[in-house]
């Protein structure tokens, strides 16, 4: 690289390090990403966007300019990106020096070829490599962050137990290879603050892995990062598809200098689970998967020596047809923000160029509509809004209060200047303080606590906070339900309808089985926050 070529790298990395809306670099504090100057809280709110296909190009490209779909990332409240590529695309010049137009000629992408045309004209006759780089130059302009995943080695859809890209040794995965590709990439992107972190590997996995060999090139791969680019985080991923951190010792016997992150999958089929969540009682399986998270992956998280958990991949079908990710979902927003996890969702991108030899194919977990033009469901973007927000900061001087949130449909609880209850946007809520259980949920800087009236009414605040109607427990394996008694001793629980609060009967009592009601309309969560 030439020292003119340097100098204006250099020169627009000011300019987009200016422009990013936190102060980067980023490093570790505990269980937090933190930013490296102040010490303050930065979550990590992301959407997948895949580059690793046969394309080794962004999807989209050929449907909207690029500027416009980055401004549309930032419009939905994501602050990043989980980038895809492939390490053939930085390693094989027989990869990386094809243009954008020779790569989708030669897959005979002839429509698709024609929309970059009209809609990105001037990348056309970029190679792929460079393509990426005005990716991620776009990205930062609008201050938006970038973590750089290698998704698999050669270019192709991810994954399989047998596609050769799942672990070190397979047929296309070469580890010196791979080695040689973090290189590259953490040495051309080194003056791009908007590169936050880089993700070593995705969802490592198949016959042949190994906890020792996994030991061996984890190590060897963090170090390489680091010590070429000791400003990114170095984000670690474990084994059986990224659902499985419990062999991990926490730091490796690596000295990052607190730049180390590991990441977890989770989907409503992680760990075999579809048929549980469609076919049982969903409060059963939901505590049962978030036993399995804890266990495998969030440990890390707690104890004496915590390390941040980046959840970079979770999602489900945006139009509401499949039963077990809808449940799922709900279970997954509880815990997320229960825990106030960083993540990044599968997937923003509404379409792929090619995916398993089919043009055009949708991504029916996207974002954005097939067009790329609208988002597919705007009822999800909203209730991604309280887990998109800083709920806990290791620098703030506030005491933990609770916000009462439903994961259904995405809203918080509110008080209003009338005292009347509503379900409202998260944006709006109030806060709460809740001692355990058999005691009072306390609306915070008043007298007033939680109350229930009757089976079918209204809940309502009340100064009376000494009865059994304000009296409240956790009933449900998991902790999603909040239960109270009427006058005459029934069992009630809150249920949201149509953004009234109501007490009535609970649902799904978790020694059933089989579970005919929906209880997710009854699940509450009391999600704790510092922050105001």
Not at 17 to 31: C, D, I, K, V
Not at 44 to 62: I, R
Not at 191 to 199: D, I, W
């Amino acid at each position: 690289m030439g020292v003119v070529s340097l100098k204006v790298i250099l020169l627009i990395s000011f300019f987009l390090f200016a422009s990013l809306a936190n102060s980067l670099p980023l490093s570790t504090n505990g269980r937090w990403v933190v930013d490296s100057m102040t010490g303050k809280r930065v979550k990590l709110h992301c959407a997948n966007w895949v580059s690793h296909l046969q394309t080794m190009l962004v999807e989209g490209l050929d449907k909207q300019p690029l500027p416009d779909i980055v401004d549309s990332l930032s419009s939905f409240g994501f602050n990043c990106v989980r980038l895809t590529w492939a390490t053939y695309m930085f390693t094989r010049l027989d990869y990386g020096n094809r243009t954008v137009d020779q790569s989708f000629t030669s897959l005979n992408l002839t429509e698709a070829r024609d929309g970059i045309a009209k809609n990105n004209p001037s990348l056309l006759n970029l190679t792929v490599v460079q393509a990426y780089h005005k990716v991620v130059e776009e990205l930062g302009a609008k201050g938006i962050m970038v973590v750089l995943d290698n998704h698999i080695s050669r270019p192709n859809w991810c994954c399989s137990e047998n596609d050769g890209n799942g672990f070190f040794g397979d047929e296309y995965f070469d580890a010196e290879e791979w080695l040689e590709g973090l290189t590259i990439v953490a040495k051309r992107f080194k003056h791009y603050p908007q590169v936050v972190a880089m993700s070593m590997r995705n969802e490592l996995r198949g016959p042949r892995q190994s906890q020792p060999e996994w030991f061996r090139w984890v190590r060897r791969g963090g170090m390489r990062i680091h010590l070429l680019n000791p400003k990114l985080l170095v984000i670690v991923s474990g084994l059986s598809y990224d659902t499985d951190l419990s062999f991990i010792p926490r730091t490796l016997s690596l000295n990052l200098g607190n730049k180390l992150v590991y990441e977890g999958h989770w989907y409503a089929f992680s760990l075999g689970r579809s048929k549980d969540w469609s076919n049982e009682n969903p409060d059963k399986v939901c505590a049962t998967t978030m036993k399995e998270f804890d266990d495998k992956i969030d440990f890390v998280t707690t104890g004496k020596n915590p390390v941040p958990l980046f959840v970079s991949e979770f999602g489900m079908d945006q139009r509401g047809v499949n039963e077990a990710d809808n449940r799922f979902i709900s279970c997954f927003l509880a815990y997320a923000a229960e825990r106030d996890l960083d993540w990044a969702l599968w997937a923003f991108h509404g379409s792929y160029y090619l995916r398993e030899g089919q043009r055009g194919m949708e991504e029916v977990y996207g974002v954005l509509d097939k067009n790329w033009d609208q988002p597919r469901n705007p009822k999800f973007i909203k209730r991604l809004r309280l887990i998109q927000e800083i709920l806990q900061d290791p620098t703030s001087k506030l005491p933990i209060n609770h916000v009462m949130y439903h994961p259904l449909s995405g809203n918080c609880v509110l008080v209003d200047d009338s005292n009347s209850i509503q379900l409202t946007d998260c944006l709006n809520r109030s806060h709460w303080s809740y001692g355990g259980d058999e005691t009072p949920i306390n609306l915070v800087g008043t007298s007033m606590c939680l109350k229930a009236v009757g089976d079918g009414l209204p809940v309502t605040v009340s100064t009376d906070c000494s009865s059994n109607q304000s009296n409240w427990r956790v009933i449900s394996s998991s902790n999603l339900q909040l239960s109270t008694m009427d006058e005459q001793g029934k069992s009630l629980c809150l249920e949201n309808n149509s953004s009234t609060i109501l007490t009535k009967e609970c649902l799904c009592p978790t020694d059933v089985e089989k579970c005919q009601d929906n209880p997710e309309i009854q699940w509450f969560k009391l999600v704790p926050t510092n922050m105001k």
